[in-house]
């Protein structure tokens, strides 16, 4: 069973900067084809924000390019996003995202969820 574990993400002003973590685990995986993370504003469907393939290519939206940085460790199958100067449209519920390829499946896996709320 695949499992994503989150931290970071809180309240901060406008301005500011956040990081956010992931660690993927589980027994079965065989290799973690892509990593990143979602956003979902409220009110809105959950948007792919930014996305590194396991050969390092990074795709990041229009809106956060120049602000978000994605890193990934492969050696610790861990994705972190750096986030700086924070705007209230970037407030929502933050998911990481795994594409795996296991033994059984090939298939996309979401974390919980972590909120990020910036005020103006």
């Known amino acids: 069973q695949v499992q994503l574990m989150e931290s970071g993400g809180g309240l901060v002003q406008a301005g500011e900067s956040l990081e956010l973590s992931c660690v993927v685990s589980?027994?079965?995986?065989?290799?973690?084809?892509?990593m990143g993370w979602g956003r979902q504003a409220p009110g809105k469907q959950r948007e792919l924000v930014a996305n590194?393939?396991?050969?390092?290519?990074?795709d990041l939206v229009d809106s956060v390019k120049g602000r978000f940085t994605l890193s990934r460790d492969n050696s610790k199958n861990a994705v972190n996003l750096r986030m700086t100067d924070l705007k209230p449209e970037d407030t929502g519920v933050y998911y990481c995202f795994a594409h795996i390829l296991s033994w059984e499946e090939l298939g996309d896996h979401w974390g919980q969820g972590i909120q990020v709320t910036v005020s103006s």
């Open positions: 589980g027994s079965n995986i065989f290799r973690i084809l892509v």
């Open positions: 590194q393939t396991d050969d390092g290519t990074t």
